[in-house]
């Protein structure tokens, strides 16, 4: 399976890559301000990619709206609870614009909205435990993967990418019963600016249904609050009702849809942003 690349320009990280059509700007060294917009809009160019994503401090936005960006989410206090966050989109071709699926958007947006106050009890099934993953659980874990995604902008279905990122940033929890994998998800961190992005959920077909992301969720919030981490997002699929249910009952905040923005299963598709924080008392 084809994945995009990531590479390191300056100090700043970047994927790219035809599988999303895109350029992203994951992470932006201020140092390489402002000729990373170029080498940005020059990879895209240079390759026809018809958007580029970048996600940037609020020191940063002006001149990237200078260059043609305009906001598509913000974050309160994304960068260690000073600094907010600003997601920002550049078009280079206008049909990336037009969301065939915007009335679906619409309709989860406004469900989860109003079932956010709806938040459902956690109770897993019998004889199954919630606990974070270690790297002998790797290829069981790209298995679910490969069971839930027939395509993804990143190598989860690489047991050997999993395992790489364990040491380097992510925490995995599972939901386990017995020797069986019935859910996963996972927190990639950013200690340098008190963040985490919580992604990568999947659960068996065979047990959704079950509340098990909203254990999931949970878990890796108190473990993040364990590390330190302030501040959680997500970029889920603006059409699951699941996903920006699960995030609203669990006190996320929507900061804003990503328009056709990631490639998953074949198509591009629309993501919502929803943001906490952990600092709040009560949140978890």
């Not at 994927?15 to 990879?43: F, H, W």
């Not at 990503?258 to 978890?284: C, D, F, P, R, Y």
């Amino acid at each position: 399976m084809r994945t995009d690349a990531i590479e390191t320009v300056g100090k700043s990280v970047l994927q790219y890559g035809p599988e999303n059509d895109r350029v992203y700007l994951m992470k932006l060294a201020e140092e390489d301000l402002p000729d990373i917009i170029t080498s940005v809009g020059r990879l895209a160019t240079l390759h026809n990619y018809s958007k580029a994503f970048v996600k940037v401090p609020e020191s940063a936005q002006q001149l990237f709206v200078e260059h043609g960006y305009r906001v598509e989410a913000e974050v309160p206090g994304l960068f260690n609870r000073q600094e907010d966050g600003f997601f920002m989109a550049r078009y280079f071709h206008a049909d990336r614009l037009i969301d065939n699926d915007a009335d679906k958007v619409k309709t989860v947006l406004d469900t989860a909205h109003v079932k956010a106050e709806q938040r459902r009890p956690v109770d897993l099934p019998a004889n199954s435990i919630c606990r974070l993953a270690n790297p002998c659980h790797c290829r069981e874990m790209a298995e679910l993967y490969q069971q839930t995604f027939a395509s993804y902008p990143f190598p989860i279905h690489d047991p050997e990418y999993l395992a790489s990122t364990m040491v380097e940033n992510v925490l995995y929890a599972g939901v386990w019963k017995g020797n069986q994998l019935l859910a996963l998800a996972s927190a990639e961190i950013d200690h340098q600016n008190s963040h985490a992005e919580l992604t990568d959920f999947a659960t068996d077909p065979d047990w959704r249904g079950h509340g098990l992301a909203n254990a999931l969720l949970q878990h890796l919030e108190t473990e993040l609050q364990l590390s330190a981490i302030k501040t959680c997002y997500t970029i889920a699929r603006a059409t699951s009702f699941g996903m920006n249910i699960c995030f609203a009952q669990n006190g996320y905040q929507f900061a804003g849809t990503l328009v056709k923005n990631t490639q998953i299963a074949g198509k591009l598709e629309s993501m919502n942003v929803w943001h906490k924080s952990l600092e709040v008392a009560g949140n978890v």
